[in-house]
Nanobody, 118 residues
Framework: QVQLVESGGGLVQPGGSLRLSCKAS????????MAWSRQTPGKERDVIAQ????????YWDSSVKGRFTISRDITKNTIYLQMNSLKPEDTAVYYC???????????WGQGTQVTVSS
């Protein structure tokens, strides 16, 4: 069983930055791809960024392209989301997810709240 634990969320002012972390309980080389997604109340959870286990970014949502960066550290089994130039509309619960070869995300973290407000 894979466990994913997110951290790094919080309250930040518009224009500020946060870095989210997602630590996996196993080597990230067990995963084909890893992703960050977010969800606001009443809406579906949307993937906003994906990266391969080899470190190649695979997808950016247009709403975050140029502001957010996804990366991974294989020595720490951790996936990161660097978020810059944050906007109030980025407020959401952020989740990491991993894909191990199927057609859908196999494991999800518990989520971390990000609130962008002055």
């Amino acid at each position: 069983q894979v466990q994913l634990v997110e951290s790094g969320g919080g309250l930040v002012q518009p224009g500020g930055s946060l870095r989210l972390s997602c630590k996996a309980s196993v080597s990230i080389f067990n995963f084909d791809e890893m992703a960050w997604s977010r969800q606001t109340p009443g809406k579906e959870r949307d993937v906003i960024a994906q990266i391969t286990s080899g470190g190649t970014p695979a997808y950016w949502d247009s709403s975050v392209k140029g502001r957010f960066t996804i990366s991974r550290d294989i020595t720490k089994n951790t996936i990161y989301l660097q978020m810059n130039s944050l906007k109030p509309e980025d407020t959401a619960v952020y989740y990491c997810a991993v894909l191990t070869g199927g057609d859908s995300w196999d494991y999800w973290g518990q989520g971390t709240q990000v609130t962008v407000s002055s």
